[in-house]
């Protein structure tokens, strides 16, 4: 599968931005999703995952409340909402995909990984 990430720019603090993940070459529903994101000088970091039937999410402790992650199946994209965004926000967003897993499984590692798109670019200065 092949994803294309898209949607990052730079937004003041406390804004809002929407990511998108366009997946192409695979069967989508069969793929759990997930965001990363790396800041410079830094190791890249789990953001969250949706699995693959869209019925379980999980999100790191940095983001929860703030971020949502849902899926188009119609559209074979995977979306990151960021709302009340931060400084600490700043980062490349890269999105993975991986096989596998069962229908609710959210995976949270990157070595869970098999596919990256590349990355896209958020930055909210203070």
């Known amino acids: 599968v092949q994803l294309q990430a898209s949607g990052g720019g730079l937004v003041q603090a406390g804004g809002s931005l929407r990511l998108s993940c366009a997946a192409s070459?695979?069967?989508?529903?069969?793929?759990?999703m997930g965001w990363f994101r790396q800041a410079p000088g830094k190791e890249r970091e789990f953001v969250t995952a949706?699995?693959?039937?869209?019925?379980?999410?999980y999100y790191a402790d940095s983001v929860k409340g703030r971020f949502t992650i849902s899926r188009g199946a119609a559209k074979n994209t995977v979306y990151l909402q960021m709302n009340s965004l931060k400084p600490e926000d700043t980062a490349d967003y890269y999105c993975?995909?991986?096989?596998?897993?069962?229908?609710?499984?959210?995976?949270?590692?990157?070595?869970?990984?098999?596919?990256w798109g590349q990355g896209t670019l958020v930055t909210a200065p203070a």
């Open positions: 993975a995909a991986t096989l596998g897993y069962s229908d609710y499984a959210v995976p949270r590692w990157r070595h869970e990984y098999n596919y």
């Open positions: 949706i699995s693959r039937n869209s019925g379980s999410t």
């Open positions: 070459g695979g069967t989508f529903s069969s793929y759990a």
